[in-house]
């Protein structure tokens, strides 16, 4: 038997056992082939559309039936692929919202948030792009079913935070107004109110609550009000930190200088 019918036939075996990502060091230590066999047998599979490799040393498995694709979905590979990168991480963003039942735009891409930078990944139609986050470990996280397992996913409470903090990567506070808009259908006030707190962010949260103020989320607003310092301890911040920083503050409860007036698609 050659080398790549080995290589081949190892990624039968991952195949069915359900697994599309892997890491190439596992193909070494699995069959008595060199190491440089391995990698050249790699690339003739990559060549054949077999396999595409998403980073050095790790590749992910293409079925027959998503060869015109390019690649499996994400979620069939990208509990591997974050093992092999050792990095925790969680799917937020639009990603989340998009989970979580808020899909007015079709996201582009998968969008990650981990604990350190990482270079984004572009392959075959596949984009993940990585945003870091100081105080990752303060998320509240759910786990929703992808096709290989369990997936970590910002709660909706946290995903509305997360929306706000990086807003200016997503399309700024109009797409941000305009997906809070659905995601407030899942989000509860006692858990917003904690999940504010627990994160500690209050600029963030005050941008937030007025947010939902302004699209009419009474309740989900006066539930993040309970997580604010009283007005006289509330220092001010602006709405929209990339615009000039001018605007009223007077007739607000959030101290928030309405710098920006976000309008929603919907």
Do not use: C
């Not at 930078?117 to 792009?129: F, H, K, T, V, Y």
Request: hydrophobic share 40%.
């Amino acid at each position: 038997m050659n080398d790549e019918k080995r290589v081949s036939d190892f990624l039968d075996d991952l195949q069915r056992q359900g697994r599309y990502g892997f890491d190439r060091s596992k193909v070494e230590e699995a069959l008595p082939v060199s190491s440089a066999a391995v990698g050249k047998s790699l690339k003739r599979l990559a060549a054949k559309g077999r396999v595409q490799r998403l980073r050095k040393g790790f590749h992910v498995i293409i079925p027959v039936e998503f060869t015109r694709q390019g690649l499996p979905p994400s979620d069939w590979f990208l509990d591997d692929l974050m093992r092999f990168l050792d990095l925790p991480y969680y799917i937020g963003l639009l990603s989340a919202a998009a989970m979580h039942g808020a899909a007015h735009q079709q996201v582009q891409q998968l969008q990650i948030i981990t604990p350190r930078q990482e270079r984004p990944i572009d392959a075959n139609g596949l984009s993940i792009r990585f945003f870091k986050k100081q105080d990752f470990h303060t998320t509240d996280l759910a786990s929703l079913k992808g096709h290989s397992g369990m997936l970590p996913v910002s709660s909706p409470e946290a995903t509305a935070l997360d929306l706000v903090r990086y807003s200016r990567h997503i399309g700024g506070l109009d797409a941000v107004v305009t997906i809070l808009t659905e995601l407030a259908e899942s989000m509860v006030p006692k858990k917003l109110a904690f999940t504010a707190a627990r994160e500690g962010e209050l600029a963030q949260a005050q941008r937030l609550g007025w947010l939902l103020d302004h699209i009419g989320q009474t309740d989900l607003a006066d539930a993040m009000h309970t997580a604010l310092p009283d007005a006289k301890s509330l220092p001010r911040a602006v709405l929209d930190p990339t615009a000039p920083r001018v605007g009223p503050i007077s007739g607000n409860r959030w101290r928030i200088l309405e710098n920006s007036i976000p309008q929603s698609d919907l």
